[in-house]
T-cell receptor, first 112, second 113 residues
Framework: KAGVTQTPRYLIKTRGQQVTLSCSPISGHRSVSWYQQTPGQGLQFLFEYFSETQRNKGNFPGRFSGRQFSNSRSEMNVSTLELGDSALYLC???????????FGDGTRLSIL | GQNIDQPTEMTATEGAIVQINCTYQTSGFNGLFWYQQHAGEAPTFLSYNVLDGLEEKGRFSSFLSRSKGYSYLLLKELQMKDSASYLCAVRDPDKGGYNKLIFGAGTRLAVHP
């Protein structure tokens, strides 16, 4: 069974640009969550999508948005990039119930 | 607010046993996870506790005491490949927060010969 796939693996952008990251969950998983990981703040929850609807949201500004498609694939968008957005962005998928989230390898975003 | 504390760094010897502690202060409780993360890689699931007691899975065990807001991860027969960060995470206690995990800062474990 294929794991969670995130593309691209690495991305370099400049301040003010926008970026779109993609996540394909494990087959059969309908929940997709996004996290930001930085050395200073650790892993922080961005948002969760389930059946194409945002079900939970973390404490990030409106520049961070996402969506989920009918095949459960999800995208995350960050607009007006800032230096502080440099981070590893992780996507995790899961089924319902007491099941763990499974993480992809992440997209490492660097802002110049 | 929600808060999770775990030691920043630990060192141990190959073949030994190490216990990584995690304490949490949350407004409710819906379950606690342990993940392992090697440098530059994705976190991988190790264990899940929702009831008090010990869950054993091979060389790894995890313990939970809900009344004390405390968990630990026990690693036995340490191997060099166990050098990694170990992340403690709790489910958000709010209704509907089932797939929203709140992570501790992680414990970097270094295993030496």
């Amino acid at each position: 069974k294929a794991g969670v796939t995130q593309t691209p693996r690495y991305l370099i952008k400049t301040r003010g640009q926008q970026v779109t990251l993609s996540c394909s969950p494990i087959s059969g998983h309908r929940s997709v969550s996004w996290y930001q990981q930085t050395p200073g703040q650790g892993l922080q929850f961005l948002f969760e999508y389930f059946s194409e609807t945002q079900r939970n949201k973390g404490n990030f500004p409106g520049r961070f948005s996402g969506r989920q498609f009918s095949n459960s694939r999800s995208e995350m968008n960050v607009s007006t990039l800032e230096l502080g957005d440099s981070a590893l962005y992780l996507c995790a998928s899961s089924t319902e119930g007491n099941q763990p989230q499974h993480f992809g390898d992440g997209t490492r975003l660097s802002i110049l | 607010g929600q808060n999770i504390d775990q030691p920043t760094e630990m060192t141990a010897t190959e073949g030994a046993i190490v216990q990584i502690n995690c304490t949490y202060q949350t407004s409710g409780f819906n379950g606690l996870f342990w993940y392992q993360q090697h440098a530059g890689e994705a976190p991988t699931f190790l264990s899940y506790n929702v009831l008090d007691g010990l869950e054993e899975k091979g060389r790894f065990s995890s313990f939970l005491s809900r009344s004390k807001g405390y968990s630990y991860l026990l690693l036995k027969e340490l191997q060099m490949k166990d050098s990694a960060s170990y992340l403690c995470a709790v489910r958000d206690p709010d209704k509907g927060g089932y797939n929203k995990l709140i992570f501790g800062a992680g414990t970097r474990l270094a295993v030496h010969p």
